[in-house]
Nanobody, 119 residues
Framework: VQLQASGGGLVQAGGSLRLSCEAS????????MAWFRQAPGKEREFVAG????????IYAESVKGRSTMSRGAAENTVSLQMNSLKPEDTAVYYC?????????????WGQGTLVTVSS
């Protein structure tokens, strides 16, 4: 099971970024996917998740209304569009896959991609 995250970078507060996670075909078709993040000195926290079908999404309160997670079957990818970014969004973002959509239970993890939001 392989997950490859990309799209991080440096952005000014108020700007936008689109994170992508490319999954192996087997992973993508069978699993719910999610994004987590970990800021320096803090614990990893859930950001957003999407069901295997794409019909259901859930978001942390901290990003709700500013972020949209979606999946594209043809490209084996899931994306997280993040708008109105804040300095507190600065973190390493990780994508994950699991058997069901949940707030905290995922079995497979990709490497992180760093998002830095400057004030």
């Amino acid at each position: 099971v392989q997950l490859q995250a990309s799209g991080g970078g440096l952005v000014q507060a108020g700007g936008s970024l689109r994170l992508s996670c490319e999954a192996s075909a087997r992973t993508y078709s069978r699993y719910a996917m999610a994004w987590f993040r970990q800021a320096p000195g803090k614990e990893r926290e859930f950001v957003a998740g999407i069901s295997w079908s794409g019909a259901s999404t859930i978001y942390a309160e901290s990003v709700k209304g500013r972020s949209t997670m979606s999946r594209g079957a043809a490209e084996n990818t899931v994306s997280l569009q993040m708008n109105s970014l804040k300095p507190e969004d600065t973190a390493v973002y990780y994508c994950a896959a699991g058997n069901r959509l949940s707030w905290n239970s995922y079995d497979f993890w990709g490497q992180g991609t760093l998002v830095t939001v400057s004030s």
